[in-house]
């Protein structure tokens, strides 16, 4: 009896080990290098030129925006203090934070912010978040510590636009002196500074003494590329690394019984649907499209192929976006969807080509298999290609006269946290390829309007009831099958702690370290 | 001898200029645009047609390909598209590592395959020959993933006894070494053994045991020499194709190698990228066949080049 009371003692005080509850306790360990396995590299590390998210993961230990979203959705100041709005919308006035340097020495003031945020309207500059901040006519230095960004529109998502790393503040100094240089060799005011970037196998950090916030424990860190998931995932098992970023889900349960590491599971903020041409037959009939959201079944997706760690969607942005509602999941009913097949005057089902890209989405081409095979018990008969994603891209933003789509699978990452940039994007008529990533050519002019209302309202109350009517909307209209927004499954070391993963597919290693 | 390898150096430049217009036509001819891959997400049409315009890809493809062989001949080979970094620096970080890789690859081929072949030839059909072939085509039909992975596992998850992944120390050379050299050590076991199988069946090996020579003696001096040139051409083809890099093995090991950067570059239609790398690969395949050749005089002292 007393040896299994022991026992169990042993156990808690290992699970609070594990879980961390004993850091809490006590300061966190100082020092060390903390690996992450990642299956891509940077593509560069000019903050204002990358795309990927994995980019986006390394900039921000490195620079740092205006603002930051936390991972619950809320928008917090960051480099940025405080900001006012004027009555039209027009003026937004920000307070900048003051004492916090570059890693080269270069003060952060009203001039680097302005510097900064004029490169990336600049159209030379190519930079691809560009459309963010593209609002902002002018930056004004009202004095060293405050700037403000004259706006041609008011533009709510703005402040939201400002945490995406995209728009992260890079160090004036280094840019104009590093020329092209610059992007392989970043400097910013983050908590960790550049140290070196070997293309295809690592890029490594250390950690910035003279930074303005909490100091960084950890004295460096490493990303290393390890392409193969089953490398990645040995890799941390045999100890090689501290953290594997993109576990597949079929190693969740294996790696749960390795009292070494420890697996968890994070929504991301990314969608996956599957986008109808809505302006041809035979989906330019509601009905049609309502039938096929009827006729796949969401849950059995999730579970049979992405062992679960997807959420399946019930809105077109996933939960953690700010102005997200729970609209409604069309429930799997075989017989609804052949009687609405039938109502739409396709008694005995139809055919289309359903195209979707391979290795870009977690298990894209067996969801595109299931989903074919779900659509033929309602008689629908869906001839599947596949394409590699260079191709697909290109060839899903065609514009209608030259767009040879019917059916095809995109996902969505609502990165800036705020639904505009998830729906305006993807449901608006003026988005329409190629403009802009509104693949399903769908056009509404209500949804049109409520969009452009939510844009301008500054009252986030309000916007989220703009954003609840429009996505009734389009969830009736069915413009997509809404299937899931994913999730991230990342594995860690035991003796790492204070590393997450954010909804924004990155992960935060600012505040970690490692138990000895 | 040496006046044959100018000849043979110069003869590189026509199949050079050859693959250089290949491989240009070629990633033009996928579908598919960079511009759009570098502009991302979140990418508007303007963008789209800048960068494409940055890039020059809104010239003439023929304007875009004199520009492209005279910037080659001053040894430029233009910046990836994705980085924005010359590609010699991204080729001069890569090709090392699959150098070292190629090397230490066919060290393994040749020290497993050479001797396996020959224990074989000298008694064919026993149950030792039966033992090695059965292991050679066990190493042949092994996809690289699979075993790479299984080492992985023995070596630095079970056993603890070497990295994972990675590159940097000798270590670390060790796994992807005896996975890209498994492969080749089964295809130079199989060559080595019906190569020599020929020659100890010929007259002047019969005569060298008439005489009463040693079974060693006769093997070491008579056979091998004469069984190895088929077995160096073969070494050297196998040298050529890791020197293109193992794309695979690369992907498992975390080795940044020529063969990913060539399949990322293609995935992302990196045309100067792609073109720069293919080219060096191909200049490493024709270089390797010449040293071949010449391999071929020291082997054989009947071969002479003139």
Redesign the interface.
Known sequence: MRRDGFLALVVIASLMAVTGFAAAAAPAPRGGTLIIADGVDAETLDGHLYTSSPTAERMNHICETLFDLTPEGKLVPKLAVSYTISADGRRVTLKLRSGVKFHDGTPLDARAVKFNLDRILDRETRAPWRGLIDRVQEVVMLDPSTVVLLLSTPFAPLLAHLSHSGTCIQSPTAIATKGAGYARSPVGTGPFKFKEWVSGDRVVVTRFDDYWGEKASLDEIQWKVIPDDGARVAAVEAGTVHVAKRVPPREIERLRGIRALRVEIVPSLRTIFVAFNTQRPPFNNKKVRQALNHAVNKEAIVKAILGGTARVSDAPIAPAVQGYSSIQTYPYDPDRARALLREAGFPTGLKAVFHHPTGRYIRDVEIAAAIQGLARRIGVDLELQTMDWATYVSFVRKPLAENATQMHMLGWGTVTGDADYGLYQLFHSASWPPLFFNTAFYKNPQVDSLLDRARTTFDQSERNRLYRQAMEIIVDDAPWIFLHSESQVTAYRAEVGGVFMHPQERLVAQGGFLRR | MWAYIGKRLLLTLPVLFGVSFVVFAMVRL?????A?????????????E??RR?LGLDRPILVQYVDFLLNLLEGDLGHSI????PVTV?LA??VPNTVILALSGIAVATLVGVPAGIVSAVKPYSVIDTLVMLVALAGLSMPV?WS??ML??VF??VL?WL?????GTPAHVVLPAVTVGMTSAAIIARMTRSSMLEVLRSDYVRTARAKGLSEGLVINRHALRNALIPVVTVIGLQMGTLLSGAVLTE????W?GVG??IV?GI???DYPLVQGAVLVVALSFVLVNLLVDVLYAAVDPRIRYE
């Open positions: 996928i579908p598919g645009d960079p759009e891959i570098m502009a991302g997400q979140a990418a508007t049409k303007e963008l789209v800048g960068i940055d994705r980085s924005r970094i991204e970080v890569r993933f790479g992975l992985i596992l630095a998850v603890g990295p994972a992944v990675g590159t992907s498992v090991f975390a940044p990913r950067l990322e995935l992302a239609r």
